[in-house]
C-alpha cells in the first residue's frame, strides 16, 4: 500500500468515517464552493474615505512610509523626491505592468528605470499593488508576467503603489476580488501580503528593520 | 533534532537551567516582549475572542474531515501543476526531501524557519547524505552556528545574548574583517543579511515549512517577519515545503480568521510583516519563481491522535502563547524539555510524537495552572490533556516507585473515612510538633525535595474536616 493510502486509511480508522460518505462529502463540497465567511473586524468596515485614512494610519504603525498623491502622473515625481529625501541614486527597478508603464516617466529625465525581475543589485524596486487591507495597512502583491516577485524581496527600498479605490476593510474582500479576477479556486503563482518592512526580533528580543526583505517599504496611495 | 533529545533527563536538565544566570537573564525579556505584546494587541481587537471560537470551529471541521480536505488540497496542487508526497513518519519525509534535492542535483540549500524539519531532524539527515543546508531566518541561522536547537518555537535563539551572537559570527564568518566592530545588534543583522545573501542567490534548492495548507486553492502559507522565507522559495529552481497533515484549512476566509489570531498571540504584532500565498511552480511567463513545487505531507503520529483524547491539540497553530505564558518554562527555558516542541504545547505532544516512554516527565513539568490554556487562541485545553498523560504515566507503571507508594498509600486512606481522618489529625498535630516559633518547618519527613529549597508552613488549628464538622455544627 501507498504511503499516501496508509495515511488517509489510518486517518479514517481514527476518526471512525468512511472517504465515501455523502454527508461528510456534501459538507466539504459546500464549504469549498461556498467559501463562508467567519468573524470580520469592524475596525475595517468604514466609508471608502475613512478606510483610506485607516489603511495609511495602519501601514505607519507598522514602519511603512505613505505619500497620498491626486493621480497616477504624480507617481513619477514622487518616486524621484523619495530618492532624493533619502539621498539614493535616481535608479529603479520595475515591472512591465500596464499601471506603471504607461506613467509619464520621460517627465522625470534623471530618473534611470529598468524592467524586469530582480537581480539583487538593485537598491530599489517599484511595484503596483493589487489591493491595500485597512484592517492592518497591509499591501497585495500578485506575481505574474510583467509583476515580478523578487522586486518585493531583493531590493533595500521598496515602493508600492496602491490604488485608492483598491483599498478594502478586510481580507476577505481581498479573496472574493482574486476569485474574480484568477477564477474560482485559482491563485498567481505566490500572492504576498506585505505589512511593513522586513524585521527581525532574533537577537535579545531587540526589534530591528532590515532583516532579508527590504529595509523600508514606501507606500504611494493615488486617489 | 531527533538525536539529542533528553526529555528523560529533564528533572537534572531544569536544575542545570536554574543555575545559568545568563539563560535566566535572556528569557526574561519574555515579559514585556511577547506576553505585554500579546495582551497590548488582544485587547486592542474587540473581536478577538469571537475569532478564537471561530478558529476552533474551523480547526475541528477540518480535523473532522481530514482526509477529505487531504484529497482535495492534493488536487488543487497537481492542477497548478505541483507535486505532492506523503510520508508516513520522519525517516519517510528525509527520504523523499533528498531524493528531489538529489533529483534537482542540489549542491546547495537554503532553508526557511520551520519546526517540522527540526521534528524529523532533516538537517542532520541531509548532512549525513552529502547535502548541508543553511537555515537563513536569522535565530535559526545563529543556532545553526552554535550547533544547537531552537529553544521556542518562534524565537529559537531567545536562550542566546548578543555577545554570543558575536563571537559565533567571528568564528562563523572568518573571513571578514577580524576588528570589525560587532557590539550591536544593528551591525550582527547588517553581517547576517549580507552573508546570507549569497546563499539565497546561490541555492539550488529552498525548502520551507508551511502555516497553513489551502484546500480550496492548493497554496501553501508561510507567515514571517525578515523575508527569508520568501527569499528561500522564489530564488531556487526547486522549492519543497514540509508540512504536517494538521495544517489543511477549507478555504482562505477560514486562514484568514486564523492569521488574524496567530501573529497577535505570537508576538502581538497585528498581521507578521510576510504573509505568503505560494501555489504551484511558476507560470508561463513568469519572469521568477521556482520552476518545481513539491509538498511534503508528514503524518508521524498525528493520524493517531484523531479521535483520542489528544485530537485537541491537532488544532494547534504553533503561536507559542502557551509557552511565553508558562511559569516552567519562564524558569528554565526550552532546553531543559529536551524535546523539539517546549512548554505546555510541547509536554502535550512529544508523548505522541515519541513515545511516552522517553517523554514521561514532560507531563510533569507544570503547575496545571492554566494560563496556557487561557491564552491559547485554538483553546486547546492543554491543562487537561497534560493530566490525560499523568493517567497514562501512571496506567504504564512510569511514575517514580516513592510517588506511586505515596499515592497508593492516599488511595488506601481516602477510601477509607474515619483511618483519613485519624492519619490527618495526626498528621497535622505532629507537624505543628515538629514546627519552630515561627510556625514552618524547615526539615518534614517524606518531603525531603520540597524542604531543600523552602520552607514549609505547619498546620494550624484542626484539619479541614474538623473545621467543617465545628462549623456544620453551628
Known amino acids: 500500500m501507498s504511503s499516501r493510502d496508509a495515511i488517509l486509511g489510518r486517518i479514517r480508522r481514527s476518526l471512525g468515517a468512511s472517504g465515501s460518505d455523502a454527508t461528510r462529502l456534501a459538507a466539504v463540497r459546500h464549504r469549498l464552493a461556498e467559501t463562508p465567511v467567519n468573524v470580520v473586524p469592524a475596525r475595517g468596515q468604514l466609508p471608502s474615505s475613512e478606510r483610506v485614512d485607516l489603511f495609511v494610519r495602519k501601514a505607519g504603525e507598522v514602519f511603512a512610509s505613505v505619500a497620498r498623491l491626486e493621480g497616477r ?115 498567481p503563482r505566490t500572492v504576498n501580503l506585505v505589512t511593513g518592512p522586513s524585521r527581525s526580533a532574533d537577537i535579545e528580543e531587540t526589534l530591528l528593520l532590515g532583516a532579508h526583505g527590504p529595509r523600508s517599504l514606501h507606500i504611494l496611495v493615488v486617489g | 533534532m531527533s538525536g539529542g533529545l533528553t526529555s528523560q533527563s529533564f528533572p537534572k536538565n531544569a536544575r542545570a537551567a536554574l543555575a545559568n544566570p545568563p539563560l535566566l537573564k535572556a528569557i526574561a525579556h519574555i515579559e514585556e516582549t511577547l506576553v505585554g505584546g500579546r495582551r497590548r494587541a488582544t485587547e486592542a481587537l474587540p473581536e478577538f475572542k469571537a475569532l478564537r471560537d471561530a478558529g476552533r470551529d474551523i480547526k475541528a471541521h ?79 541561522y545563529i543556532i545553526q552556528l552554535r550547533g544547537e536547537t531552537p529553544s521556542h518555537i518562534i524565537a529559537p535563539a531567545v536562550h542566546v545574548n548578543k555577545e554570543q551572537v558575536a563571537a559565533d559570527f567571528r568564528r562563523a564568518h572568518a573571513d571578514l574583517d577580524p576588528k570589525r566592530n560587532l557590539e550591536e545588534p544593528t ?34 502559507v508561510i507567515v514571517t517577519n525578515e523575508g527569508n522565507g ?7 529552481k526547486t522549492h519543497i515545503v514540509l508540512a504536517s497533515i494538521e495544517k489543511v484549512v477549507p478555504t482562505l476566509e477560514d486562514v484568514a480568521t486564523i492569521m488574524r489570531l496567530l501573529a497577535r498571540s505570537a508576538t502581538g504584532q497585528e498581521m507578521s510583516v510576510y504573509t505568503t500565498f505560494s501555489t504551484g511552480p511558476r507560470r508561463t511567463g513568469d519572469p521568477d519563481g521556482p520552476e518545481a513545487f513539491h509538498v511534503v505531507l508528514l503524518d508521524n503520529g498525528r493520524s493517531a491522535m484523531l479521535g483520542s483524547e489528544f485530537e485537541d491539540m491537532l488544532r494547534c497553530i504553533r503561536c507559542g502563547a502557551c509557552i511565553n505564558h508558562c ?52 483553546r486547546i485545553p492543554l491543562p487537561k490533556m497534560l493530566r490525560h498523560w499523568r493517567e497514562k504515566e ?25 483511618l483519613y481522618g485519624l492519619a490527618t489529625r495526626l498528621g497535622a498535630w505532629g507537624l505543628a510538633r515538629l514546627a519552630g516559633r515561627d510556625g514552618s518547618l524547615r526539615q518534614a519527613p517524606l518531603a525531603g525535595s520540597w524542604t531543600r529549597w523552602r520552607d514549609l508552613p505547619a498546620p494550624e488549628g484542626g484539619t479541614f474536616r474538623t473545621e467543617w464538622a465545628k462549623r456544620g455544627r453551628k
Not at chain 1, 73 to 95: H, T
Open chain 2, 230 to 236: 520568501d527569499l528561500t522559495q522564489i530564488l531556487p
Open chain 2, 187 to 220: 551591525s550582527l543583522l547588517a553581517e547576517a543579511r549580507g552573508v546570507l545573501r549569497e546563499r539565497f542567490l546561490s541555492a539550488d534548492v529552498g525548502i520551507t515549512g508551511a502555516n497553513f495548507l489551502v484546500a480550496e486553492t492548493g497554496s501553501t
Open chain 1, 73 to 187: 502622473e504624480d507617481i513619477p515625481g514622487a518616486v524621484v523626491s523619495y530618492l532624493r529625501d533619502r539621498n539614493l541614486p535616481q535608479e529603479i527597478r520595475r515591472g512591465d505592468d500596464r499601471r506603471l508603464a504607461d506613467l509619464p516617466w520621460e517627465r522625470e529625465a534623471q530618473l534611470a528605470v529598468t524592467t524586469g525581475p530582480s537581480d539583487g543589485s538593485d537598491l530599489v524596486g517599484l511595484s503596483h499593488s493589487d489591493a491595500g487591507v485597512a484592517e492592518t495597512g497591509t499591501v497585495v502583491l500578485t506575481s505574474g508576467t510583467d509583476n515580478p516577485t523578487t522586486l518585493n524581496f531583493l531590493p533595500d527600498h521598496h515602493i508600492v503603489v496602491v490604488d485608492a479605490s483598491t483599498v478594502a476593510g478586510d481580507y476577505e474582500t481581498v479573496w472574493a476580488e482574486l476569485r474574480r479576477r484568477f477564477g474560482a479556486g485559482v491563485m
Open chain 2, 62 to 140: 477540518a480535523l473532522d474531515h481530514l482526509d477529505l480536505y487531504l484529497e482535495a488540497f492534493e488536487r488543487k496542487v497537481v492542477e497548478a501543476g505541483g507535486f505532492v508526497h506523503w510520508a508516513a513518519d520522519a525517516a519517510d519525509a528525509n527520504r523523499i526531501i533528498l531524493d528531489i534535492c538529489r533529483k534537482a542535483g542540489a549542491q546547495r540549500v537554503t532553508k526557511g524557519k520551520s519546526m517540522i524539519t527540526e521534528e524529523v531532524g532533516l538537517n542532520a539527515f541531509l548532512q549525513e547524505n552529502g547535502i548541508a543546508p543553511v537555515e537563513t531566518d536569522l535565530g535559526e
Open chain 2, 394 to 418: 501512571f496506567e504504564r507503571h512510569l511514575t517514580p516507585k516513592k510517588a506511586r507508594f505515596g499515592l497508593a498509600a492516599w488511595r488506601f486512606l481516602a477510601a477509607r473515612p474515619r
Open chain 2, 327 to 378: 511559569p516552567v518554562y519562564r524558569s528554565i527555558g526550552g532546553h531543559a524539555y529536551g524535546s523539539v516542541y517546549p512548554g505546555p504545547m510541547g509536554s502535550v505532544l512529544t508523548p505522541s510524537l515519541q513515545g511516552l516512554e522517553k517523554s514521561a516527565h514532560l507531563a510533569n513539568a507544570s503547575t496545571l495552572c492554566g494560563r496556557c490554556e487561557s491564552v491559547c487562541p485554538m
